[in-house]
């Protein structure tokens, strides 16, 4: 249902893209909807099929013009090797040709705090194509990916339609975190729409359940993330690249540890009161921690530091390590 062309764009950065515009909807089809629609009546599906018009159905399909420099995430993010090495395999095959970026929907499985979802917004900011997230841990139904019919009182369009619609981008990064939490009420399955949406050829005609217009997805890049395997159906993952990232080793901790300390004394005034590098000590319990909670540590230490007068991080100043927090309120 799209056609492109090539333009010239301006990049955010880095690399100069190259990028062909893509009809993501056809207008003849939401002029056709919104003809039907009776007077004063599904104000937010009138709305929705105005700015549709408005903005118009061209996208930018973005890829990088050569290989993007990937050192940096290979050194924050050790324990994601695999995955980078994956991402820039693909990034190749496309290099230098006329061919559009295709990433393989992935799906990146491991403990809490292992930095799934940090390593999901990277790959957004890697690509220079936009993102939209949904957290399907909080969800109750479906429609965050597909939309809600606009009969139902407090409609909307799915997370997929608005991310297409209301962005720039042809081919965003879809981040649905969580996906092993998704859960929906009595027999609806709200992982349904993921179905078609994983598939290229199904994909290209997406129809949003409040919207009602097809819509191209096809070239949505798609990054899950899950705790647990067993609670994704397997037409899903026969469907994805399936990751299993651990949690860093000790030196790789320490690694990170340090170099989150370097930037965050770096991107604050403050910083620079306190010692250019941490002690071997404070590391070390740093190290002891999952990346994600890492920044909250360093943080309180630095604040704590600071009260004391010092500009010397010490290995008291860090938080208690989590499961040993003091008690707040009455113990029994």
Request: proline share 7%; aromatic share 6%.
């Amino acid at each position: 249902m799209s056609t492109s062309h090539e333009i010239a764009t301006v990049p955010p950065g880095g690399r100069i893209p190259i990028a062909r515009m893509r009809h993501v909807y056809r207008l003849d089809e939401v002029e056709k909807r919104l003809g039907k629609l009776p007077e004063r009546e599904h104000e937010h599906l009138r709305h929705t099929y105005e700015r549709m018009l408005e903005k118009g159905p061209e996208r930018f399909q973005v890829k990088p013009s050569g290989l993007p420099a990937m050192h940096h995430l290979y050194d924050e993010l050790p324990n994601f090797g695999e995955v980078l090495d994956d991402v820039k395999r693909q990034l190749a095959l496309c290099e230098d040709s006329r061919d559009a970026l295709e990433i393989t929907p992935m799906l990146l499985l491991g403990p809490p705090g292992v930095g799934k979802t940090h390593f999901a917004r990277e790959v957004a900011k890697l690509l220079g194509t936009g993102m939209g997230f949904m957290s399907m841990g909080s969800l109750t139904a479906g429609w965050v990916l597909s939309g809600a019919s606009s009969q139902w009182k407090g409609a909307r369009p799915g997370k997929v339609f608005e991310t297409l619609v209301d962005g720039n981008y042809a081919n965003p990064v879809m981040v649905v975190d969580e996906i092993d939490k998704a859960r929906g009420e009595h027999a609806y399955d709200p992982l349904g729409a993921l179905y078609s949406l994983l598939e290229h050829d199904t994909a290209g005609s997406f129809t949003d359940e409040f919207a009602e217009v097809p819509i191209d997805a096809s070239q949505v890049i798609w990054v899950a993330t899950a705790n647990d395997e067993r609670a994704i159906p397997e037409p899903i993952l026969n469907r994805m690249n399936v990751y299993e990232v651990q949690m860093p080793d000790a030196a790789a901790a320490r690694a990170i540890a340090g170099r989150l300390y370097a930037s965050i004394r770096a991107a604050h005034d403050w910083g620079q009161r306190f010692d250019p590098e941490p002690s071997d000590e404070v590391l070390d319990r740093l190290a002891e921690m999952a990346p994600r909670e890492m920044r909250r540590a360093w943080m309180t230490a630095f604040g704590n530091a600071r009260l004391d007068g010092r500009g010397t991080v010490l290995s008291r100043d860090l938080p208690a390590p989590a499961g040993r927090r003091n008690a707040i309120g009455f113990v029994h």
